[in-house]
């Protein structure tokens, strides 16, 4: 079992749709939250970067972490043609981890997105 | 400017070869790393460096060796490549390992044949 589990998709949805994307993970010890977008033959870019639970809000985009059911979100409202992309979850160690943890990345598969007019 | 750039973009070779990628970053930051990207789009960390110093090295095998003559430069060495090497590798870069963003370059598509 991977240590953080993301649905690849694919989700196809109409202009306007409000998009929710997930993931599950396993380990206790994550303390730092990302969503990475990544367009097609493209390097991933931060679109959220959150620490421990809560919600965040950044425009359209909201991620949302449940450390209670290992669990987070992001969703974007209004969504745009443009949203069309993978969206990738990652997730980092606290600074207590040390050793190989130090500052690992540790990602879903991604969701692949479609935005359609 | 580019923040994290990495050549060549694509890499084309045959089977036992030997290949260099290299990455550069003008972010002054400290820490650099490889991640691999396979085709079901799964990104995984191999190597990071922090101020030249390796400080993860996950499983990989022995025919790839990372090397940071300086905290802006991190090059991939590949030995005797094989076809399961082909993969998108990406170079990141971050100020610190621990609570800082991580930018990605643009990536390398490496085929093997």
């Known amino acids: 079992q991977k240590e953080v589990e993301q649905d690849p998709g694919p989700l196809s949805v109409p202009e306007g749709a409000i998009v929710s994307l997930n993931c599950t993970y396993s380990?206790?010890?994550?303390?730092?939250f990302m969503w990475y977008r990544q367009y097609s033959r493209k390097g991933p870019e931060l679109l959220m970067y959150t620490y421990s639970s809560g919600n965040k809000e950044d425009g359209r985009f909201t991620a949302q972490v449940d450390k209670s059911s290992k669990y987070i979100s992001l969703f974007i409202r209004d969504s745009q043609p443009s949203d069309s992309a993978t969206y990738l979850c990652?997730?980092?160690?606290?600074?207590?981890?040390?050793?190989?943890?130090?500052?690992?990345?540790?990602f879903g598969q991604g969701t692949i997105l479609t935005v359609h007019p | 400017d580019t923040a994290v750039s990495q050549t060549p973009k694509y890499l084309v070779t045959q089977m036992g070869n030997d290949k260099s990628i290299k990455c550069e970053q003008n972010?002054?930051?400290?820490?650099m790393y490889w991640y691999k990207q396979d085709s079901k789009k799964f990104l995984k960390i191999m190597f990071s460096?922090?101020?030249?110093?390796?400080?993860i090295n996950e499983t990989v095998p022995n025919r790839f060796s990372p090397k940071s003559p300086d905290k802006a430069h991190l090059n991939l060495h590949i030995n005797s490549l094989e076809l399961g090497d082909s993969a998108v590798y990406f170079c990141?870069?971050?100020?610190?390992?621990?609570?800082?963003?991580?930018?990605f370059g643009p990536g390398t598509r490496l085929t093997v044949l």
């Open positions: 990652a997730m980092k160690k606290g600074q207590g981890a040390g050793g190989t943890s130090y500052g690992k990345l540790t």
């Open positions: 460096y922090n101020n030249k110093e390796l400080i």
């Open positions: 972010l002054g930051h400290d820490t």
């Open positions: 380990n206790s010890a994550f303390q730092y």
């Open positions: 990141a870069s971050s100020l610190r390992p621990t609570t800082d963003t991580q930018y």
